[in-house]
């Protein structure tokens, strides 16, 4: 669990005391295009984003595809208000996994630390491809508000065209670096103490937390889109490297430090998301695809 409101910063702490944010995103722009060892990870990676994430919006956009677009708002997203200040954390998710990468070249060193790191690429490929054989099939936007008063809106509503939220991305991919680093840390050559380990992840955890909040202050996804990325994560990566408890888990502590969402509405949110996802999970186990439990409450959303 959470102890205090820095760790909605998002911080991995060491035990030299440095967080994650004072690690140089640099150092992973400068080493991991060019290695050997994670060039064609890389490069497939940023092949996935494209294909799976931006090509999809753009041709809806420009009308070279029609796929079907569902509205995937919930009453329950009104008694999360509008919060134009928790933008900067939004923004910070992809420095939040870069920074990631850093941690686990310095961490581990150039030859161990390549290989978390190449592992690390084929995972977030994974879940573009994941995420985006849904968006193939099914569209899904919320009613954001048209909001521009600063830089930073101005750039979401400029680049994104909002049709990508079931599955959340940001939700599934910051959960799993959670889940992932905690893999990295069960591996037999990784020799760090248990106070390290618990303490490094506690911080990735407060991380993920505050984000997945963060993209329901700025009305960037519905409570909907967070529980179909919970699942998703864990029927497509496995129970054993995201379990149904670690679903309970981050829904759980979903605003336990935010005092601008009233507690009946908090245990409604978390009944809610908690529901879906277990809902889906019992049609998961039944189905022949992950996809389709999902792709089946969208298409009988209302």
């Not at 889940?179 to 303490?199: C, I, T």
Request: hydrophobic share 40%.
């Amino acid at each position: 669990m959470m102890n205090d409101s820095k760790d909605s910063q998002h911080f991995i702490a060491y035990k030299t005391g440095k967080p994650l944010a004072r690690f140089s995103v640099l150092r992973s722009y400068l080493i991991l295009p060019f290695s050997r060892k994670t060039a064609g990870h890389f490069f497939r990676f940023i092949g996935g984003v494209i294909t799976n994430f931006f090509l999809i919006q753009q041709k809806q956009k420009i009308g070279i595809t029609h796929i079907p677009v569902v509205h995937v708002d919930h009453p329950l997203d009104e008694k999360i208000a509008f919060t134009p200040g928790k933008v900067k954390i939004y923004l910070d998710f992809v420095g939040f996994f870069i920074r990631i990468f850093s941690m686990l070249l310095k961490r581990f060193g150039l030859k161990t630390g390549l290989k978390y790191c190449a592992d690390f690429f084929d995972f977030l490929t994974r879940l573009y491809k994941n995420a985006g054989s849904v968006y193939s099939q099914c569209l899904t936007t919320t009613d954001r508000p048209h909001y521009k008063k600063n830089l930073r809106f101005l750039v979401i509503h400029l680049f994104d065209p909002h049709l990508l939220c079931v599955p959340s991305l940001h939700v599934a991919i910051v959960a799993g670096c959670w889940a992932f680093v905690r893999d990295v840390f069960s591996q037999k050559d990784v020799f760090l103490s248990d106070e390290e380990k618990n303490s490094i992840l506690e911080e990735i955890y407060g991380g993920a937390v505050a984000i997945i909040e963060t993209v329901l202050y700025v009305k960037q996804h519905s409570i909907n889109c967070v529980a179909a990325a919970l699942y998703m994560l864990t029927f497509s990566e496995g129970e054993d490297f995201f379990s149904s408890a670690d679903a309970d888990k981050i829904t759980g502590d979903l605003f336990a430090l935010q005092n601008d969402v009233e507690a009946s509405a908090k245990d409604e949110i978390r009944s809610y998301i908690s529901g879906l996802y277990k809902k889906l999970a019992s049609a998961g186990e039944k189905s022949s695809s992950w996809q389709k439990p999902v792709l089946d409450f969208l298409r009988q959303y209302k």
